[in-house]
């Protein structure tokens, strides 16, 4: 174990049923046992830790939706004053109800 590592705890293991497999070349593994021992940590807790933080990442950004001030107070206004529906707002609602089955 490296100088600074201190053992974590580990994850509750009876919650995992499903395996995933990597394959990786020598250097890369060595890498990442490196990085996982100085952090305490085994390899595969090491890569699936990593790789939920960057599936979190990910998955946060795409649904993230930045808008300039400007916009922002658009939508805002919009939304708290919103137009009366026009023949394409109209028709587009008609449409969904055509298409809906499960209606509440």
Known sequence: MGARAKKREKAPTNLKED???IRVNKKDKNLIEKAADFLG???????????????????AAVGTISLSGEDAETFLRLLTNPPAPNKAMK?????YNKRVVNKI
């Open 41 to 59: 940590l085994n390899a595969s807790t090491f890569v699936l830790e990593n790789a939920l933080k960057a599936a979190r990442r990910e998955l």
């Open 91 to 95: 028709d587009a609602f008609a449409d």
């Open 19 to 21: 395996k995933l497999h």
